[in-house]
């Protein structure tokens, strides 16, 4: 009987993270402080784990996987399948093969547990007691909650205001792990509130988060940062995503035309592409990146300099932006939700090599019905742009009447995401137009 699922046993977890900076077409611009001074980059070093500054600038295009590190991925659920959606085929009527690498299926729903165990791994043996973090959806926040209980740690975790009210689960799932969770813009900081004074009624975003977190961290001693999306660590860790897929495609006899992945910050997208990096830049195959229109960064933001939050305590980087003043509608795709991105991804994309497209939400809730209902399957509201991208490629293949391997990062489920699919699929929601 033919089974949809391509599985990897225990044994095939890799064993080592890829470090796609040896590979790139151009170096990666290196940060900036705005005074023409260390002093922004430097207090960020006194209060992130070293390890992970080091992992951040690593030369080597390989490096090794603790072993404890790879007994926690057994826990969690690596190594996850890879997915061929044959029903969906069907109902697209397309000629496309469309296969999704399966990272809902991780213990907390999501891919983020990669690099949340790894982070709490080195913070743990550098002695800190705990970690401060932003989260946008809520999935960050959650697997770094998971990674504190593992290796007990304190967490204290900034969710942007209109997700702390729309997703009530994900911040009861966490204080189970025992995390507290904050709304942000808060009113315990000094950038929280001077972002409330100019605008009282804030939704927040991650990028308000990322100001929350890091003055909480240099004003609590022996409590560190970690990053959850746009540094390089976060997206080395993640690679094991791609090595996997990497596996299971050649299992299946396949090659890959098209990879596709939602893009926030940038961390499941550069962990699912980056072991392909090499084909792409043979032209052997695309990169697609899906963002949402409400914060189009990719897609209408500038390739320029700009701080990662609007209280301009991180140095400057360059990446696509579309400005520290820039704040996001009050809509269900928190994960997507920020004012600019990865390094690393924009300079794929600023160069050619990344193609990007964004999407409505109620465009791409609906396709999130569509596919729930085919394949029974509930994705994340972010994991819906995806299959949004996945759509058209198929559209496109059938238009074309050719064969087309499409697969793409099944980044997380949608269980503490219904309020969302109500929202926006049954009720009158003022959200629903981005």
């Known amino acids: 009987m033919y089974s949809p699922h391509i599985r990897l046993d225990a044994k095939d977890v890799p064993r080592r993270w890829y470090n796609s900076r040896k590979d790139l077409p151009e170096e990666l611009p290196p940060p900036r402080d705005p005074e023409g001074t260390d002093s922004r980059i430097q207090k ?41 959606a ?35 791994y080195y913070v743990k043996k550098e002695g800190y007691k705990g970690v401060v973090t932003q989260t946008g959806a809520g999935q960050w926040g959650t697997s770094v909650a998971l990674a504190c209980a593992q290796y007990g740690l304190s967490c204290t975790v900034f969710m942007p205001e209109v997700s702390f009210n729309q997703k009530p689960y994900r911040r009861i799932h966490s204080q189970i792990f025992g995390a507290e969770f904050l709304p942000s813009p ?88 980056m072991p392909f990096l090499k084909d792409r830049l043979q032209n052997k195959l695309r990169f697609l990146a899906v963002e949402s229109t409400a914060a189009p960064r990719l897609t209408q933001g500038t390739y320029r300099y700009e701080h990662g939050d609007p209280g ?79 759509f058209h490629e198929a559209y496109e293949a059938k238009e074309e009447g050719k064969e087309r391997v499409i697969v793409a990062c099944f980044s997380g489920h949608g269980f503490l995401d219904l309020e969302g699919y109500e929202a926006v699929l049954f009720g009158n929601d003022q959200n629903n137009q981005n």
């Open 44 to 84: 960020i070093r006194e209060i992130t784990p070293k390890t992970l500054q080091e992992q951040d600038v690593m030369e080597e295009r390989w490096l090794d996987i603790p072993e404890e590190i790879l007994e926690k991925y057994l826990v969690i659920g690596r190594p996850t399948p890879l997915y061929r």
């Open 86 to 120: 044959r029903n969906l085929e069907r109902y697209l009527d397309t000629p496309a093969r469309i296969y999704f690498k399966r990272e809902d299926l991780l213990c907390t729903g999501s891919f983020k547990p990669n690099t949340s165990l790894a982070q709490a």
């Open 186 to 273: 808060s009113r315990h900081t000094k950038s929280g509130r001077a972002l409330l004074e100019k605008m009282p009624d804030h939704p927040g975003s991650v990028n308000s988060g990322i100001s929350d977190a890091l003055e909480f961290a240099m004003e609590n001693e022996g409590i560190c940062y970690l990053n959850g999306s746009n540094a390089m660590h976060t997206l080395l860790h993640n690679t094991v995503i791609g090595l996997e897929t990497e596996v299971q495609l050649k299992l299946a006899g396949e090659k890959p035309d098209v990879l596709i992945a939602c893009v926030g910050g940038g961390s499941n997208l550069g962990g699912f592409m």
């Open 312 to 390: 301009k305590l991180t140095p400057l980087n360059k990446a696509y932006t579309l400005g520290t003043d820039f704040v996001p509608p009050r809509m269900h795709v928190g994960g997507l939700r920020q004012h600019g991105g990865s390094p690393l991804v924009s300079l794929l994309r600023h160069l050619g090599y990344l193609e990007a497209v964004a999407y409505e939400q109620s465009d791409v809730f609906a396709c999130g019905r569509i596919f729930t209902k085919v394949e029974g399957i509930l994705p994340a509201p972010e994991t819906c742009h995806a299959i949004k991208g996945v």
